[in-house]
């Protein structure tokens, strides 16, 4: 059976590179009808907050991802536990007691002697006398994971074949000398626990999983039959560095920008597809989900394609579903007006300003006559669809003035812009006095 996971750390809100990976193990496995686990990485405990775990599943069932089963690293420290000692039975977990200091030490010598900074595992020649004077002297171990004198090799679903040389890489830090459980090894032992058929991550972790795979083979597990796929980095557009300031962007801040879940999630999973139709509902995405899609210049983060992906998702969506986060008193035909010119929702809030607020338009140079003459033409309400049309033809034959020279002064009077919705649907809700009293002021 198919199963992957996403591993969510309780340490900070959800961010667009995260996303994009819960995303792509979310539509994987619905795709080829398997199983999603959501994992919080809360092992840690002085880094974690609960209140940042349910942030996070907020955040994910906003973006429209639901999963089969979710487990907490906290619940499960006796396993990592059992795991630990199985290792270090096997010479495979190994003491260590020097200190930060000592290791900048070691690190600066190396780098001036032009060697790799990589740990010299001189603690594995550590005898028992020493372990137990240093012990007695107060002093706890942390412990490190004994890697495999080997490369390890895999296919790659996103970037093809990659190795790591495990000589070239240091023994990582797996428990710290408080007893505390880091995430390399934790989350092998939970991959392997939780049955995990497909690892997919961010291209970032390429190093953390040639390790995590040959922790798989201490502890007994058969890595080869895993299927692994990395996703590139974000970046800048027109630029192909990786962006850590995209990736760490807070999904929040571009739902507080007013950019819906729908444009988010099309956008995130076919990053490398040029068509900017309707972003499709989830059954879509799913449907159409493919992992060749994160390949190359897909990975740019284009923000003008989003807000146009933004756009088209706002001008289809019904009054309902905006009704809570529209500014109060906005009724249906405000929003029928104006979600058609919307890069972000939170722009609505300008265009009730226009119907039902008291801006003051600008004075337009050189349209005194013209503007008087709108005014003096102005029809008396009600006002129906038609007042628009009924009004600009009165003003045309009065000025004979056409095209761009009849509506333009009058939208920039009217909205104190040269562009925006409809003004045959905005007239009816800006009202006559409103009306007047702006195209006074413009003409002034």
């Known amino acids: 059976m198919i199963k992957v996971r996403f591993a969510a750390s309780p340490t900070g809100h959800l961010n667009v590179g995260s996303a994009r990976g819960a995303l792509a193990n979310f539509l994987f496995a619905r795709k080829l009808g398997g199983h999603f686990l959501l994992r919080f990485d809360d092992a840690e405990r002085e ?49 260590c007691f020097e200190s930060d200091e000592e290791l900048r030490a070691k690190r600066d010598q190396r780098l001036r002697r032009g060697q790799p900074p990589v740990y010299d595992r001189a603690m594995r020649r550590l005898t028992r006398a020493q372990r137990e004077s240093a012990e007695a002297g107060g002093k706890r171990p942390y412990w490190r994971y004994l890697l495999s004198d080997r490369v390890v090799e895999w296919h790659d679903m996103v970037l093809g074949h990659r190795e790591v040389k495990l000589p070239a890489v240091s023994d990582p830090v797996v428990i710290r000398a408080d007893g505390t459980l880091l995430n390399t090894f934790t989350s092998a032992v939970d991959d392997i626990d939780t049955g995990m058929s497909h690892l997919i991550l961010a291209e970032g972790q390429i190093t953390r999983t040639a390790i995590q795979l040959d922790i798989f ?79 190359g210049s897909g990975t740019r983060f284009d923000a003008t394609r989003l807000l146009a992906l933004n756009r088209r998702v706002l001008r289809h969506l019904p009054s309902a579903a905006v009704a809570d986060r529209l500014p109060n008193g906005a009724t249906e ?70 095209g761009d020279a009849l509506f333009l002064p ?35």
């Open 410 to 444: 009058l939208r920039l009077a009217l909205t104190g812009e040269t562009e925006g919705p409809e003004l045959r649907d905005l007239l009816p809700l800006i009202g006559r006095v409103r009306t007047a009293n702006r195209l006074q002021i413009a003409a002034s």
């Open 217 to 295: 083979s201490a502890l007994g597990a058969a890595p080869r039959r895993l299927g692994i796929a990395h996703l590139p980095m974000l970046t800048d557009t027109g630029d192909d560095k990786p962006s850590k300031r995209l990736d760490r962007l807070a999904l929040r801040s571009l739902r507080n920008d007013g950019i819906e879940a729908a444009a988010i999630a099309a956008y995130l999973a076919r990053p490398g597809t040029p068509d900017d139709r309707q972003p499709p509902p989830t059954a879509e995405l799913v449907e159409s989900f493919d992992l060749a899609h994160f390949l």
């Open 47 to 95: 880094r974690c907050k609960p209140d940042i775990a349910e942030a996070i599943a907020l955040d994910l069932r906003w973006l429209g991802i639901d999963w089969d089963a979710a487990i907490h690293q906290l619940d499960r420290l006796a396993l990592y536990e059992a795991a630990a000692e199985r290792l270090k039975q096997a010479g495979r977990l190994y003491p």
């Open 333 to 402: 035909a405000f929003w029928l007006a104006v979600r058609g010119s919307l890069d972000r929702l939170t722009e609505a809030r300008g265009w009730w300003d226009v119907v039902a607020g008291t801006i003051v338009p600008p004075v337009i140079e050189g349209e005194r006559e013209f503007l008087h003459t709108a005014l003096d033409k102005l029809p008396q309400e009600p006002w129906s669809s038609a007042v628009w049309t009924t009004w600009t033809e009165a003003v045309k034959q009065a000025t004979g003035r056409q």
